[in-house]
């Protein structure tokens, strides 16, 4: 029989083909061909191929609640509902709704890039994917993991249970409605055992159930050399804190023993109690169990044990701990006689006094049954823990405290779970067992890292090929590649000896704290000063990232002849930006960087003096301001976009070009001769150069000279048309610096004014500048987003209106992602004017202090996914920039913020409205951001992508 496959979708079906018309051998090279036939499966398909999934299960929700009724015997139609079903449909959302960014190709290392060698990381699907579930959840646990195989591109067969015949029949006759058998296939016990299944010879599995028939599923698949994925059982442990409460913990752990009547993979088996606690956990335990079920026999909502055999062993395991001196207490109902084998329901039971050597104590009881243990110090528990195999998942109930760390560091766990039930289950947490719990994670990103295969790509048109320095013949150029290694080694072996004198990395530290101050000291590589210097021009960002990695929440370097500590948490970020306790002086610390070129700006002004000139600038900000600004600021983009070039195009050269004659319009409110407008573009731009000056002296043609003689031609401008802007003053910032004032009449005098406007200059033109060209990459690179925003745009006039500016939401969302990403201001530097403490860190005065906004913006301990571009991640369901306020400061941080974020949000937003409507911004999808470093935030290369009139 042939099987066409689909290549696109869903295609009508002119004959359903069905798993049972085919042998296994058959149905799996059917999709093995159509594996190979559709090539990598496109984001489109495979969201439809998950759709169908979903549909499947919700269009038959109610049956297959009825069809595990029938299988058990009883079962609550809730739990059904939910805990099969539901718990499916959210994870195929969560696939459905990431696997865009997850398939992007990574890149490994940007240092591979700048040695000529262009290197990548695709995320293939494997191929042809079995899944076996088990009876307890066999929705849940069989189509989790098969939703994540189809979200990362593969086929799929799955062999639900044969225990639950009655539901596996309803989904098996339901399935070739919703899929043709080469791509997913739902496989009976009319093609035979499990056995048989899990000998074909797939490109990966995935099995749940126990450990011993887990074993030999692994057994097969290594056969084959098959790569499989083991989530197998275990007993759980639950330690309850001597600092809990006794009687919600007995609530909470009784509850969940209780949930499927035991028959869960994840419920606690044994629970250690504090030995004065032991009577009252106990009681507790029985009382929440008979409030909860007056009558079992009869009672829907207890569900039944799957079988006899399983209902048997049971009660074996109870009895046999009886007999050798346990105690059981069972919360059997008044008038009802249970166990009852008619209905396999066995009364929630707990066993005290439980003998070393009992069934009991080694066997996973997947039933209603809870052992309790006191212990006197929680050592006990820990030690009786990792005597025994490794569990899925401990539980803890109590406070977070040492008790709990000690536990945690002590024992080996797939999960810990404190002070709740199922919590790891969550899409967004892996899910997994280890050691005889388990091998392998799913669940979310997970389930579609398990499924796919990390491909290096590597493409190098470097010079130097490895082949000549690794192949022979040697010669003169192989002998000195030997002695480079034999010195390498040398260097790397002695680098392991002081590593292990200092117990870890080589390290260094940048001041002794006090005696008895109970101060850390700041440890950093130490470096020396041109090392550093080279480090921060060639690789900034990932030394940020290797030291986040490395050091924690601090460290230091010894940039521009001074040590200088990076803080690269939120929390370090508000205690120095906020500066609650004036420890630290902005002036001091940017003036030795920015100063040459901007001085006296707002930005390196400390305390009274910034809260007052703070006050002036806010009103050149205002709303109202910020809507007459925005007049001008169309005007502009309107007449660049019309004349924008069409081919491949340096987004870096455009956006600069606008951002200039806006600030030229809207700051300035100018209208200057090209000849004056090009001297003043030139001398902004000789200032812009002494920020990455390594030589600071004014030698004749040196960067820093440059700087300087820019600076003097700028203060020449602004001096020139300042008496003008004070007589006959416009509505241009400019003009509203030379008129503002305080509610006590202060106001700016001529040379603050000219210190304010360059600076102003320099704020508005290259931070917008990189702020608008990350913008432009990334929806080129993203054409789904650019359809977003463009189709926002489409719905608004020619030239966006202020009162239209909030409907622009999807552009909100990319703008504060990309400004996460590639943050324009790049550092927040201070200096410390006293002896002080940072996150338990000892800083000693003078000491240069900088936040490092990409640090923030990429630590993994604040964002998800940190080096995704995810613009949902700022959506209303999301907001992940709400775990701290200083998770996101693109712009600066606390009373330094800069004062023109809305101005700079105000002008990308026009200037992309505009553009996004006449034309299309493309680059290849595995186009990389690759940073300048010797400037602030903008691309290597211009940012060049390609431009396509609509």
């Given at each position: 029989?042939?099987?066409?496959?689909r290549?696109?979708g869903?295609?009508?079906?002119i004959?359903?083909?069905t798993?049972?018309?085919?042998t296994?051998?058959?149905?799996?090279?059917?999709?093995k061909?159509?594996?190979?036939?559709?090539?990598?499966?496109?984001?489109?398909?495979?969201?439809d191929?998950?759709?169908?999934?979903g549909?499947?299960?919700?269009d038959?929700?109610?049956?297959?609640?009825?069809?595990?009724?029938?299988?058990?015997?009883?079962?609550?139609?809730?739990?059904?509902?939910?805990?099969?079903?539901?718990?499916?449909?959210?994870?195929?959302?969560?696939?459905?709704?990431h696997?865009?960014?997850w398939?992007?190709?990574?890149r490994?290392?940007?240092l591979?890039?700048?040695?000529?060698?262009?290197?990548?990381?695709r995320?293939?699907?494997?191929?042809?994917?079995?899944?076996i579930g088990?009876?307890?959840?066999?929705?849940?646990?069989?189509?989790?993991?098969?939703?994540?195989?189809?979200?990362?591109?593969?086929?799929?067969?799955?062999?639900?249970?044969?225990?639950?015949?009655?539901?596996?029949?309803?989904?098996?006759?339901?399935?070739p409605?919703?899929?043709?058998?080469?791509e997913?296939?739902?496989?009976?016990?009319t093609?035979?055992g499990?056995?048989?299944?899990?000998k074909?010879?797939f490109?990966?599995?995935?099995?749940?159930?126990?450990?011993?028939?887990?074993?030999?599923?692994?057994?097969?698949?290594?056969?084959?050399?098959?790569p499989?994925?083991?989530e197998?059982?275990?007993?759980?442990?639950?330690?309850?804190?001597?600092?809990?409460?006794?009687?919600?913990?007995?609530?909470?752990?009784?509850?969940?023993?209780?949930?499927?009547?035991?028959?869960?993979c994840?419920?606690?088996?044994?629970?250690?109690?504090?030995?004065?606690?032991?009577?009252?956990?106990?009681a507790?335990l029985?009382?929440?169990w008979?409030?909860?079920?007056p009558s079992?026999?009869?009672?829907?909502?207890?569900?039944?044990?799957?079988?006899?055999?399983?209902?048997?062993r049971?009660?074996?395991?109870v009895?046999?701990?009886?007999?050798?001196?346990?105690?059981?207490?069972?919360?059997t109902?008044?008038g009802?006689?249970?166990?009852?084998?008619?209905?396999?329901?066995?009364a929630?039971t707990?066993l005290?006094g439980?003998?070393?050597?009992?069934?009991?104590?080694e066997?996973e009881?997947?039933?209603?049954?809870l052992?309790?243990?006191?212990y006197a110090?929680?050592?006990q528990?820990?030690?009786?823990?990792?005597?025994h195999?490794?569990?899925?998942?401990?539980?803890?109930?109590?406070?977070?405290?040492?008790?709990?760390?000690a536990?945690?560091?002590?024992?080996?766990?797939?999960?810990?779970?404190?002070?709740?039930?199922?919590?790891?289950?969550?899409?967004?947490?892996?899910?997994?067992?280890?050691?005889?719990?388990?091998?392998g994670?799913?669940?979310?990103k997970?389930?579609?890292?398990?499924?796919t295969?990390?491909?290096?790509?590597?493409?190098?048109?470097?010079?130097?090929?490895f082949?000549?320095?690794?192949?022979?013949?040697?010669?003169?150029?192989?002998?000195?590649?030997?002695?480079?290694?034999?010195?390498?080694?040398?260097r790397?072996?002695?680098?392991?000896?002081d590593?292990?004198?200092?117990?870890?990395?080589s390290?260094?530290?940048?001041a002794?704290?006090?005696?008895g101050?109970?101060?850390?000291?700041?440890e950093?590589?130490?470096?020396p000063?041109?090392?550093?210097?080279?480090?921060?021009?060639?690789?900034r960002?990932?030394?940020?990232?290797?030291?986040?990695?490395?050091?924690?929440?601090?460290?230091?370097?010894?940039?521009?002849?001074r040590?200088?500590?990076?803080?690269m948490?939120?929390?370090?970020?508000?205690?120095?930006?906020m500066?609650?306790f004036?420890?630290?002086?902005?002036?001091?610390?940017w003036?030795?960087?920015?100063?040459?070129?901007?001085k006296?700006?707002?930005?390196?002004?400390?305390?009274?003096?910034?809260?007052?000139?703070?006050?002036?600038?806010?009103?050149?900000?205002?709303?109202?301001?910020?809507?007459?600004y925005?007049?001008?600021?169309n005007?502009?983009?309107?007449?660049?976009?019309?004349?924008?070039?069409?081919?491949?195009?340096e987004?870096?050269?455009?956006?600069?070009?606008?951002?200039?004659d806006?600030?030229?319009?809207?700051?300035?409110?100018?209208?200057?001769?090209?000849?004056?407008?090009?001297?003043?573009?030139?001398?902004?731009e000789?200032?812009?150069?002494?920020?990455?000056?390594?030589?600071?002296?004014p030698?004749?043609?040196g960067a820093?000279m440059?700087?300087?003689?820019?600076?003097?031609?700028?203060?020449e401008f602004?001096?020139?048309?300042?008496?003008l802007?004070?007589?006959?003053?416009?509505?241009?910032?400019?003009?509203s610096?030379?008129?503002a004032?305080d509610?006590?009449g202060?106001?700016?005098?001529?040379e603050?004014i000219?210190?304010?406007?360059?600076?102003l200059?320099?704020?508005?033109?290259?931070?917008?500048?990189a702020?608008?060209?990350t913008?432009?990459?990334?929806?080129?690179?993203?054409?789904?987003?650019?359809?977003?925003?463009?189709?926002q745009?489409?719905?608004?006039?020619?030239?966006?209106?202020y009162?239209?500016l909030?409907?622009m939401?999807?552009?909100?969302?990319?703008f504060?992602?990309?400004?996460?990403?590639n943050?324009?201001?790049p550092?927040m530097?201070?200096?410390a004017?006293?002896?002080?403490e940072?996150?338990?860190?000892?800083?000693?005065?003078g000491?240069?202090?900088?936040?490092?906004p990409?640090?923030?913006?990429?630590?993994?301990r604040?964002?998800?996914d940190?080096?995704?571009?995810?613009?949902?991640?700022?959506?209303?369901?999301?907001?992940?920039?709400?775990?701290?306020?200083?998770a996101?400061?693109?712009?600066?941080?606390?009373?330094?913020?800069?004062?023109?974020?809305?101005?700079?949000?105000?002008?990308?937003?026009a200037?992309?409205h505009?553009l996004?409507?006449?034309?299309d911004?493309?680059?290849?999808?595995?186009?990389?951001?690759?940073p300048?470093?010797?400037?602030?935030?903008?691309?290597?290369g211009g940012?060049?992508?390609q431009?396509?009139?609509?």
């Amino acid at each position: 029989m042939t099987l066409e496959p689909r290549t696109r979708g869903p295609a009508p079906h002119i004959e359903i083909v069905t798993p049972e018309q085919l042998t296994l051998d058959e149905i799996l090279e059917a999709q093995k061909r159509a594996f190979v036939a559709e090539g990598i499966p496109t984001l489109e398909v495979r969201r439809d191929r998950l759709a169908r999934l979903g549909a499947l299960l919700g269009d038959n929700a109610s049956a297959i609640a009825d069809a595990l009724a029938e299988d058990f015997g009883s079962r609550p139609r809730a739990l059904s509902l939910v805990g099969d079903v539901q718990a499916c449909l959210i994870d195929i959302a969560e696939q459905r709704r990431h696997i865009g960014k997850w398939m992007a190709e990574s890149r490994p290392s940007r240092l591979l890039d700048m040695a000529g060698i262009r290197a990548r990381v695709r995320h293939d699907p494997l191929g042809v994917v079995g899944v076996i579930g088990p009876w307890n959840f066999p929705l849940q646990l069989a189509f989790t993991p098969a939703a994540a195989a189809l979200a990362a591109g593969n086929r799929v067969m799955v062999r639900p249970s044969s225990v639950t015949e009655h539901t596996t029949g309803l989904l098996a006759a339901a399935a070739p409605d919703y899929f043709d058998v080469s791509e997913f296939a739902l496989i009976t016990s009319t093609h035979g055992g499990g056995s048989d299944f899990s000998k074909l010879k797939f490109d990966a599995m995935f099995f749940t159930g126990s450990p011993e028939v887990g074993a030999s599923v692994a057994t097969d698949a290594a056969k084959n050399l098959v790569p499989v994925t083991l989530e197998l059982g275990g007993k759980n442990p639950v330690v309850v804190d001597a600092d809990a409460d006794i009687d919600r913990a007995a609530k909470l752990i009784g509850a969940a023993r209780v949930t499927n009547s035991g028959q869960v993979c994840l419920c606690p088996d044994y629970v250690f109690v504090p030995e004065q606690h032991v009577e009252r956990f106990v009681a507790q335990l029985l009382e929440t169990w008979k409030s909860a079920f007056p009558s079992i026999l009869k009672n829907p909502d207890y569900t039944s044990i799957i079988n006899d055999s399983n209902y048997n062993r049971i009660n074996g395991l109870v009895a046999e701990a009886v007999s050798l001196g346990a105690t059981a207490y069972s919360a059997t109902p008044l008038g009802e006689t249970l166990p009852d084998a008619g209905t396999r329901k066995i009364a929630p039971t707990v066993l005290t006094g439980v003998r070393p050597g009992s069934k009991i104590e080694e066997t996973e009881v997947f039933g209603p049954v809870l052992t309790v243990y006191p212990y006197a110090d929680i050592q006990q528990p820990i030690d009786f823990i990792s005597a025994h195999d490794h569990p899925l998942t401990l539980y803890w109930h109590g406070p977070r405290n040492k008790r709990f760390d000690a536990v945690v560091e002590g024992t080996r766990s797939g999960s810990v779970q404190a002070n709740d039930f199922l919590i790891n289950m969550l899409p967004a947490m892996p899910f997994g067992g280890v050691g005889k719990s388990g091998m392998g994670n799913y669940h979310g990103k997970y389930g579609f890292e398990t499924f796919t295969h990390s491909r290096a790509v590597a493409f190098s048109w470097s010079p130097v090929k490895f082949t000549s320095t690794i192949a022979p013949p040697y010669g003169p150029l192989g002998n000195r590649m030997q002695e480079m290694a034999t010195s390498g080694l040398a260097r790397a072996y002695r680098g392991v000896r002081d590593a292990k004198k200092q117990g870890g990395h080589s390290r260094k530290i940048l001041a002794t704290p006090p005696a008895g101050s109970g101060l850390r000291a700041v440890e950093g590589s130490g470096n020396p000063q041109l090392v550093a210097v080279i480090e921060m021009l060639l690789r900034r960002q990932e030394r940020q990232l290797d030291a986040l990695e490395r050091y924690g929440d601090l460290t230091f370097y010894n940039d521009f002849g001074r040590p200088m500590v990076s803080v690269m948490t939120p929390e370090g970020a508000e205690l120095v930006g906020m500066n609650k306790f004036r420890n630290y002086a902005a002036g001091p610390g940017w003036d030795p960087l920015i100063g040459v070129s901007f001085k006296r700006g707002l930005l390196l002004m400390d305390f009274e003096e910034h809260r007052m000139h703070r006050l002036i600038f806010q009103q050149a900000f205002t709303s109202q301001q910020l809507k007459g600004y925005l007049d001008g600021i169309n005007d502009v983009i309107i007449d660049h976009v019309a004349k924008f070039p069409i081919g491949e195009v340096e987004l870096v050269e455009m956006v600069r070009a606008i951002a200039f004659d806006i600030a030229a319009k809207v700051f300035l409110g100018l209208e200057l001769p090209e000849p004056e407008k090009h001297e003043l573009h030139r001398a902004f731009e000789d200032a812009l150069t002494g920020l990455s000056a390594i030589v600071r002296k004014p030698i004749p043609g040196g960067a820093w000279m440059k700087a300087i003689n820019g600076r003097a031609k700028l203060e020449e401008f602004f001096n020139k048309y300042l008496p003008l802007k004070r007589a006959e003053p416009g509505a241009d910032l400019f003009s509203s610096l030379c008129t503002a004032s305080d509610e006590d009449g202060h106001s700016f005098s001529d040379e603050e004014i000219v210190d304010h406007m360059i600076f102003l200059l320099f704020a508005a033109h290259d931070t917008t500048t990189a702020a608008m060209t990350t913008v432009g990459f990334y929806l080129a690179k993203y054409p789904e987003w650019q359809e977003r925003v463009r189709k926002q745009s489409l719905r608004l006039g020619l030239a966006v209106q202020y009162n239209e500016l909030g409907e622009m939401s999807d552009f909100e969302l990319v703008f504060k992602e990309c400004l996460r990403l590639n943050p324009p201001v790049p550092a927040m530097v201070r200096e410390a004017v006293e002896d002080t403490e940072l996150l338990g860190y000892y800083i000693p005065k003078g000491t240069l202090v900088s936040v490092q906004p990409f640090a923030v913006h990429h630590n993994p301990r604040v964002w998800r996914d940190p080096q995704t571009f995810d613009p949902e991640r700022f959506a209303a369901d999301r907001q992940e920039e709400r775990v701290h306020k200083m998770a996101w400061m693109p712009f600066g941080v606390g009373v330094h913020k800069c004062i023109g974020l809305h101005f700079a949000q105000l002008e990308a937003k026009a200037f992309f409205h505009a553009l996004l409507r006449q034309y299309d911004l493309s680059v290849p999808a595995d186009t990389p951001w690759v940073p300048d470093y010797k400037t602030l935030g903008l691309p290597r290369g211009g940012g060049r992508v390609q431009v396509r009139a609509r």
